[in-house]
């Protein structure tokens, strides 16, 4: 096979992907892993340790908004309707159609956070460290080394500094318990989010959507 006709393949693949992803169909491992942006042993070392248990072969995407999302998918729609209402003049919200298939996309890593924030990864990350900056938006947590992040979640809160606040999962499946591990470093989030990814002096206007 040619670079060529690697790269044609590679893409023809990542397309048929997003098909299944945003079909509303139930997922397979594999497309379950596009989704979290992760291998398939781990995408599944993830369901597992979420309690996202399969129906079948596949994984349904109210089991995914439950376990892995920790939302309530039945109650996305009205709350679209009641950040439109709050936020009538955000571009960003006016331009879901759909806000399921919207937050279908694939998450991303830390860096990729970084990266649709103008950040330097490392950067962000000694701020973060120091306490100077937090995340304001949902860091979803799979282990001290993986956590992954929703493309909508940081492009609102980037360009228009709100917040989802999604609602919370109203029966998510009890998860297993975790065996004990080594402590690792706790990871900030939105306590204070006057230091939240702008550093103090900047903007400090923050609306919270909901």
Known sequence: MTHRSQIDSNGDETRKLEECLHSGHSLTAKVLAFHLGVDRNTATRIAKAQGLAPEGSTYPWRRIWWQIHNI???????????????????????????????????????????????????????????????????????????????????????????????????????????????KSRPHKTSVDRKKAIFPPGGRTKRKAAG
């Open 72 to 182: 309530e998918y039945s109650l996305l729609a009205s709350h679209l309707e009641k950040l439109r209402t709050h936020f009538p003049k955000s571009r960003i919200l006016g331009d879901i159609e759909n806000i399921e298939v919207t937050l279908r996309t694939p998450l991303v890593k830390y860096p990729g956070m970084a990266a649709m924030l103008r950040e330097h990864p490392d950067t962000l990350r000694k701020q973060i460290d120091r306490g100077d900056r937090t995340i304001p938006f949902p860091v979803l947590g799979f282990g001290p080394r993986l956590q992954l992040f929703r493309p909508l979640d940081i492009i609102l809160w980037r360009d228009e500094e709100l917040l989802l606040d999604l609602p919370k999962a109203e029966n998510p499946a009890p998860k297993p318990k975790a065996k004990a591990t080594a």
